[in-house]
């Protein structure tokens, strides 16, 4: 990774019941290796997500995320931190560029299975 990070492509943003999602494309897909697995996971997309939960305040997390912006993993990746509701902190902590400012898609109204809310 060079020092400007990992760039990604703003490309739909969700506002639902409990969360607000800004979903993203990596411009070139990494090999992440999780703490606790030996295989690396591919990564070409993420839903980042800011939610105030109940019993323990807000929190942005980053989860790897299919084509379909269905999580595809639970495991919050590196960015992701409680405390605050900041998409661009997250990103930036986790490695990542933003390179557009406004999504380059309108989301769909409703959840799909597996998506985060």
């Known amino acids: 990774m060079g020092t400007l990070g990992r760039a990604v492509l703003f490309i739909q943003e969700r506002h639902g019941p409990v969360s607000h999602q800004k979903r993203f494309r990596l411009m070139e897909p990494y090999d992440y290796k999780r703490w606790d697995e030996d295989p690396t996971q591919r990564v070409e997309y993420t839903i980042v997500s800011a939610a105030t939960v109940p019993f323990s305040g807000p929190e942005t997390?980053?989860?790897?995320?299919?084509?379909?912006f269905e999580v595809e993993e639970w495991l919050e990746m590196p960015g992701s931190f409680q405390g605050e509701l900041d998409h661009e902190r997250a990103l930036t902590e986790g490695g990542f560029v933003c390179i557009n400012a406004k999504p380059v898609e309108q989301a769909p109204e409703t959840?799909?299975?597996?998506e985060a809310t």
């Open 111 to 114: 959840p799909t299975e597996g």
């Open 61 to 68: 997390y980053i989860f790897r995320a299919n084509e379909k």
